[in-house]
């Protein structure tokens, strides 16, 4: 199958994804996160593992947590990736085995690089905002990075870029000239772009990266397709630019970068290269010291699940 109407790229969009612009709507599915807080994970997705190196993304809420304990997500290890935590209302309190204690508020960014390993909760405070409402999102790390010492990186004050109708908050990476404070190990970007009531706007991308656009809030039309908050339209490579237009106030997640090539396994909360270091990795949290100790939180860690019986195997960031 090809595209004939578009100039083929001349670096990496290709390979296994596809090589130009596409609009491919992407659902959640629904996803029990610890003991009260239901998500919507967009990726992975069937079909769909990865847009850059942005591999993982879960949406939740809006959700009235007033006679709630909110998100209780008890120690858990990660390897081989970063976290991304961003908020449009409540607050995540975040600890970490390297001792981290910080809390998260909205269009603040918390960036955990796990390395090559470390563990880390995260819970509503027991003082919080009624509403919870965010997203939680992973970028794999580069074979080059991905054993790296552990970090935790909280920035109150992101660059933000402004146009008729258009805010964007740089999230990760750069858009249009803006560049996030946070650590990236690979090309990509992360914004948070709010339009108001009959924006209409074209957004500057990058030719050689993938995006997708997650919905928050508002009613959109991203390249004439409604987006729904909570869905994510996937957009390929090839674009130049991207036509938005706010049927009300909305804000969404913009999220690419260049095609991540190599071959991951992702299995739980890790990542790696091959099945053994998965299995290794599983059996380190079980038994070993090796993802260090979250101190404060009250509860017990999470254990690890069950293995597959079938064996983990390298994949392509398309299934
Ligand atoms: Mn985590």
């Given at each position: 199958m ?49 847009v ?29 990736l ?9 607050e ?9 204690l ?24 027991r ?10 999102l ?40 803006a ?38 809030t ?46 991951i ?17 599983r ?6 010291p ?16 069950e ?13």
């Amino acid at each position: 199958m090809s595209n004939l109407d578009l100039r083929p790229s001349p670096t990496r969009c290709g390979g296994e994804g596809s090589s130009g612009p596409v609009k491919e709507l992407l659902t959640g599915r629904q996803v029990q996160l610890g003991e009260s807080t239901q998500v919507r994970r967009l990726l992975p997705n069937l079909g769909r593992r990865m847009v850059g190196a942005w591999c993982f993304v879960d949406h939740y809420g809006p959700d009235d947590i007033a006679d709630e304990p909110g998100m209780q997500v008890p120690p858990h290890p990660h390897m081989g990736l970063q976290t991304v935590s961003w908020l449009h209302e409540g607050e995540v309190l975040h600890r970490d085995s390297l001792g981290s204690l910080q809390t998260v508020r909205p269009y603040e960014l918390g960036l955990m690089t796990s390395g090559r390993a470390i563990s880390h909760s995260e819970e509503s405070p027991r003082e919080h905002a009624r509403l919870l409402h965010g997203a939680q999102l992973w970028v794999a790390l580069p074979e080059e990075h991905r054993h790296t010492a552990p970090a935790f990186e909280h920035h109150g004050r992101l660059p933000v870029v402004t146009a008729p109708g258009l805010r964007s908050t740089v999230i990760m990476g750069e858009l249009d000239g803006a560049a996030s404070p946070g650590t990236a190990y690979t090309p990509l970007v992360g914004a948070d772009l709010a339009l108001t009531e009959g924006a209409a706007v074209r957004l500057p991308l990058e030719r050689d990266f993938e995006y997708a656009v997650l919905a928050m809030t508002g009613s959109i039309d991203v390249d004439g397709v409604r987006v729904e908050p909570g869905a994510m339209l996937y957009l390929g490579c090839g674009r130049t630019e991207l036509p938005l237009l706010a049927r009300t106030d909305s804000s969404v997640l913009l999220l690419g970068g260049e095609p991540f090539e190599e071959r991951i396994v992702m299995w739980w909360n890790f990542i790696g290269r091959s099945g053994e270091e998965i299995t290794q990795a599983r059996e380190d949290w079980m038994s070993t010291p090796r993802f260090g100790e979250v101190h404060g939180y009250d509860g017990a860690r999470l254990r690890a699940p069950e293995l597959p019986a079938l064996a983990l195997k390298p994949r392509g960031r398309v299934r």
